[in-house]
């Protein structure tokens, strides 16, 4: 285990990171808008998975490799910019719904569905597993003999409160959809909205240096 000093030091550190509104963010936020609570809840628990698999790499030693190849960390990138360009085009081109239609859809939308594109979009941004790679040993005593433990320990803390986070964001964002849903304008293009901050967001990935 990480000592206290070293562990409410990354606490802290984790905590601004996590709120600070990201990729994985706006995902959770999109699903929400587009499938209300139940969905954005599970593509946050979706993109934890995600996180859990960043994890293991740093441990194993996946996210050295991925460093240190252009080609496959371009590759990985690329794959995950095209999904997200792939989901957004899909929500795009759904057709307008009232609340009810769009309760109906999110059954249609199972949560399995929705969890796993939260964990494909997450593990398909090799970005993540190098930012393990990188902040998690900076928290780690150096003179204790269980160093992987300490990086395990550090990053399903990082994981766990990143998730409880994104969940609450579901929540918020769902019930301020609620309240639009009132209005025939916002049902009308909610999924128009969605699937053009997708897109742009899979075109931010792949053109980002």
């Known amino acids: ?12 550190a984790a905590l601004m990171l996590n709120i600070t509104p990201g990729n ?21 628990l979706g993109i934890g998975v995600g996180c859990f698999v960043h994890i293991f790499a740093s441990l194993v030693g996946l996210s050295l490799i991925i460093r240190q190849s252009e080609f496959l960390f ?33 059954k249609k939308d199972s949560s399995l569905k929705t969890l796993r594109q939260g964990a494909i979009t997450n593990v398909l941004n090799p970005k993540v597993s190098l930012f393990f790679l990188a902040f998690l040993p900076q928290f780690v005593d150096n003179q204790a003999d269980n160093i992987t433990t300490q990086i395990l320990v550090l990053g399903l803390w990082f994981n766990v409160s990143g998730t409880v986070i994104n969940i609450l964001i579901a929540l918020l964002f769902s019930k301020i959809v609620a309240r639009l849903n009132k209005f025939q304008q916002f049902w009308q293009w909610q999924n128009k909205i969605s699937g053009a901050v997708l897109v742009g967001l899979g075109l931010h990935i792949a053109l980002k240096k």
Do not use: C, W
């Open 74 to 106: 371009n590759l990985i990138r690329y794959a995950g910019a095209a999904y997200l360009i792939y989901i957004g085009i899909k929500s795009f081109l759904e057709k307008p719904s009232t609340m009810l239609v769009n309760q109906n859809q999110a």
């Open 24 to 44: 994985d963010m706006l995902f959770v936020i999109t699903r929400s808008l587009s499938y209300g609570t139940k969905a954005g809840i599970f593509a946050a």
């Open 1 to 12: 285990m990480p000592d206290l000093q070293h562990f409410l030091l990354f606490a802290l």
